[in-house]
């Protein structure tokens, strides 16, 4: 089954268009849209986490005052099992 769907992709491939147009029909058409929207949730979030709070972490350790600013959202300290790890 997996063969042949490759093959009708291939053959109707149109640029990248075609391809993300059939992608987005298998995964609507087979029941993964909703695990696969999820997925795609997380991995922006922990894109977005990784950049904006490594850069906002630079720069507290440049300019105390930040620090100072940033302290009450240090979620380890309220949360005991994160520290058990």
Request: charged content about 10%; hydrophobic content about 55%.
């Amino acid at each position: 089954m997996g063969a042949a769907i490759t093959f009708i992709v291939m053959k109707w491939q149109v640029g990248k268009c075609g391809v993300t147009a059939a992608a987005l029909t298998y995964l609507g058409a087979f029941g993964f849209w909703i695990k696969s929207m999820s997925t795609h949730g997380v991995v922006g979030l922990v894109f977005y986490l990784l950049t904006h709070w490594c850069a906002l972490g630079i720069l507290a350790a440049k300019y105390p005052r930040l620090t100072e600013i940033l302290n009450p959202l240090d979620c380890e300290a309220d949360h005991a099992s994160f520290g058990l790890f």
